[in-house]
């Protein structure tokens, strides 16, 4: 097995989805899935492709409700290429002339290549042999190279190459009643098949889309006629050429894309033009992406020796990637739960990114800051959506798009159930924790003050602010109380026989806005002392006010019950849920929710959850951070509190989101190593394996990927930074018989880790640049660049 490589066999169509997503490839700017040149949305292939940030709206109504959505847009299809051999049929998406198909995807190049053989009428053979790129060095263009060679047989072939703008958003069946149809056409042209162009446009939010084409023989034939074909919003050119017996022939199909939302570009259709007119051959642009790829894979490569578990932490690091790349860095898009490769969630942003940063700070933190910056560009609607609910500071939405409005669906669908139900998951304000928490993390591995002052604590302050003001002061307990919310356990959204949905008191929400409040004095202390005051008079920040925050971080209710932390005030009401009778009857029960409420209950009444929650406090926070605040609050918190506190929830939670399984990897790591071992592979497992049956197909869960790969290199590693050191205290998993990886620290690139049971060794790369201050279980080194250090295990 080639831990560089995913290889598919003889695909079945039933798995047809799932490939098609694992076989993306984007570069950060766009994606495309791994679909057939040859095929069309038809059900079981779906050949999408994604530009980062491009949204459309759409408005239509569900059970008489009027509903708008935001959608991530299915641009036009630049991979249509299908032949014939003389006057048969294209060969199209699911032929049975279609035979021994293999799709293998090399990770290390990013290069999806396909073999396979065309049994033509009356036994006459053709084997083709395709490679395919979304080029990482230059983000607007993609190729597509295709070798045909008759193996048996002489005659002629023809080849059709187009662009289709005739698509629509169909990706996601429960979706499929709304309207998909986000394009409109604006015409298409060119006159040889060197270069033709379709233009179209995004209905509502208006983005101009170009893309440009150029197919062309590249080895084993003269060109022969060629034409030109027009409709609509396709377009395409037909070319003829000799079949000769033993002979391949090879073309290469080049496309430019470009949007009106792009840096430095006139209109998209001539910067589409310009483009490709200075694109060239596949195999230079070949050689160019792979080594765009080289130089990633030697910022953030992750070893280990176990090759199985290698091959899918590669995978997780080439989507993220793909997904979230240097290119990404200079657009204004936040971290899609679902990467570019497939419609779920419609492309939106949620509060994923607290699992997707920890990996870019500390390897492209450009790229970090960029999404964080995403969020900075919508403090405006944020404020407004504070200011709408009485609320100092900026409100985050629970889903986010193109303006950082709430673009939480209304309702949504219990397939089991068929019905529409009232979607409550707005209220998770604890979004906005996710906002802060990933500014003082990114400040903190990055030590970057002018990020911080230029926009990472006005962000951090505007979040804190609203959370502050979503707390009352509750003159019975004596405590801040924060009501009707919804924490990270989406399975909870309202008490039994209460009208008003949420709960009150989510410890999560509770405690990491009190974590949130701390650092409140900390971000203004780290700003420089003008820009400190210049914030603070833009803000209209008062010193009543940030009283206030500090009466709230030793005054702030988290309810307990049977000597743990409850997961909301009042939790302990709730009935326990038959687990092993619900197992027994329904096999799979991660979406208890559908489950229950297609027989006419509610997880509402149950001790059952969707993911961890109170968890989420061990996953952010050092057992050291959460009793400190737990004691702040005058609340008595020790280890073993934490202890009976992960048991209580690990069996009470159904995993129905794959960030459940990294958040109870991480929480174990410590005190359950096998436990915390069997979490991991679950995680590993999410998508390669698609555990929650075909969600991958519809986008893969880029949280839980980050997750694993943070899992990992911080968890394992015990790396944290402090005071500007880099600090460890590594227990690896004893499966692991090694592991390493770089990182960015400070100035320095590549500083590499690793680990083995016999100890750490830190390799600075040299520079002029000062030492690395390193701290490994109580002891203090510096790594000189260009000294490697070697500790030895205690
Ligand atoms: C999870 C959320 C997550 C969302 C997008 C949901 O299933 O419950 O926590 O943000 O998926 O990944």
């Known amino acids: 097995m080639n831990p560089w490589r995913l290889v598919y066999r003889s695909p079945r169509p039933e798995d047809e989805g799932l490939r098609e997503a694992l076989c993306t490839l984007g570069n950060g700017y766009f994606a495309t899935r791994g679909a057939a040149a040859e095929a069309v949305a038809d059900g079981v292939r779906y050949p999408g492709s994604y530009i980062s940030g491009c949204y459309d709206r759409a408005a239509s109504s569900v059970g008489g409700h009027p509903v708008d959505n935001e959608d991530l847009v299915n641009v036009p299809n630049w991979l249509p290429l299908t032949f014939r051999a003389g006057r048969e049929d294209w060969l199209a998406g699911g032929d049975p002339r279609l035979t021994e198909e293999r799709v293998e995807l090399d990770m290390l190049r990013g290069v999806l290549e396909r073999v396979f053989r065309v049994r033509h009428h009356g036994g006459a053979t053709t084997l083709v042999r395709q490679r395919r790129l979304v080029s990482m060095s230059d983000p607007h263009l993609a190729a597509l190279e295709v070798s045909l060679l008759p193996e048996n047989w002489d005659g002629e072939l023809t080849v059709l190459s187009a662009l289709d703008g005739g698509v629509a958003n169909s990706g996601v069946a429960r979706y499929r009643t709304l309207p998909g149809r986000h394009l409109r056409s604006l015409g298409s042209g060119g006159r040889t098949p060197e270069e033709l162009w379709l233009r179209t446009a995004t209905r509502a939010s208006d983005v101009g889309i170009a893309l440009a084409a150029r197919t062309r023989v590249s080895r084993g034939a003269a060109p022969g006629s060629a034409a030109v074909r027009a409709r609509g919003d396709w377009i395409g050119c037909e070319l003829r050429l000799p079949a000769v017996l033993g002979q391949a022939v090879t073309l290469e199909k080049t496309v430019a894309l470009h949007t009106s939302r792009d840096h430095a570009a006139g209109s998209p259709l001539s910067a589409a033009r310009t483009s490709l007119a200075r694109a060239d051959s596949f195999d230079t642009l070949l050689r160019c992406h792979a080594a765009a790829w080289r130089r990633l894979w030697q910022r953030c490569s992750v070893d280990i020796d176990d090759q199985e578990d290698q091959r899918i932490l590669r995978l997780h690091l080439f989507h993220i990637l793909q997904t979230l790349s240097p290119h ?408 692991f018989g090694f592991l390493a990886f770089p990182l960015r620290f400070r100035g320095h690139w590549n500083v590499r880790l690793r680990f083995r049971a016999g100890g750490t060794e830190i390799g600075v790369p040299p520079s002029r640049l000062p030492p690395v201050p390193v701290r490994v279980r109580g002891q203090t080194v510096e790594a000189v660049p260009g000294m490697p250090v070697r500790l030895a295990a205690r």
């Not at 009543?544 to 971080?553: L, V, Y």
């Not at 297609?598 to 109170?614: F, H, I, L, P, S």
């Not at 990927?705 to 998993?733: F, K, Q, S």
């Open 328 to 735: 990404t860095a200079d657009l204004d898009v936040g971290v899609p739960a679902r990467g570019l490769h497939g419609e779920a969630y419609r492309g939106h942003v949620f509060w994923d990114e607290l699992f997707v940063l920890p990996f870019l700070n500390l390897r492209f933190p450009e790229t970090a800051r960029g999404l964080l910056r995403y969020r900075w560009r919508r403090l405006p609607e944020a404020r407004a959506a504070a200011r709408a609910q009485g609320l100092r500071g900026a409100a985050f939405p629970w889903q986010s798009a193109t303006t950082g409005r709430e673009e939480t669906q209304r309702w949504h669908l219990n397939p089991r159930s068929g019905r529409w139900l009232v979607d409550n998951s707005r209220l998770q304000r604890h979004v906005n924790i996710a906002v802060a928490y990933n500014v003082w993390q990114h400040y903190q591995a990055t030590g970057d003050t002018r990020f911080l002052t230029d926009f990472g604590a006005e962000l951090l302050l505007e979040a804190a602010r609203t959370l502050a003001d979503l707390a009352v002061y509750d003159h019975r307990l004596r405590r801040y109380v924060i009501r009707g919310v919804m924490g990270p356990d989406e399975y909870h959204d309202a008490y039994p026989g209460r009208d008003l949905p949420g709960v009150d008191d989510n410890a999560y929400t509770n405690v990491m806005t009190v974590w949130v409040l701390r650092r409140v004095p900390e971000v203004l202390d780290a700003l420089p002392g003008p820009a400190r005051r210049d914030l603070r008079e833009r803000l209209d920040l008062s010193r009543a006010e940030t009283d206030r925050f500090a009466r709230m971080t030793r005054r702030m209710r988290v309810p307990f019950h049977d000597g743990v932390i409850s997961q909301f005030a009042g939790y302990e009401n709730l009935a326990e849920l038959d687990w092993a009778g619900y197992r027994a009857a329904y096999g799979d029960i991660r979406r208890l929710d559908r489950i229950l409420e297609a027989e006419g209950d509610t997880c509402n009444r149950y001790r059952a959850g969707k993911q961890a929650d109170v968890l989420m406090l061990m996953y952010l926070l050092s057992e050291e951070e959460l009793t400190a605040t737990l004691h702040g609050l005058g609340y008595e918190s020790d280890s073993a509190l934490l202890a009976r506190t992960v048991d209580y929830y690990l069996a009470r939670t159904a995993h129905g989101s794959t960030l459940s399984s990294v958040v109870h990897a991480w929480v174990l790591a410590r005190a359950d190593r096998r436990a915390s071992w069997r979490f991991l592979r679950d995680a590993l497992r999410s998508d390669i394996d698609d555990v929650q049956r075909g969600t991958t197909a519809e986008g893969i869960h880029l949280g839980a990927m980050a997750g694993t790969v943070d899992l990992v290199t911080r968890c394992y590693t015990g790396l944290t930074i402090r005071d500007g050191r880099l600090c460890l205290d590594p227990v690896l998993p004893e499966e």
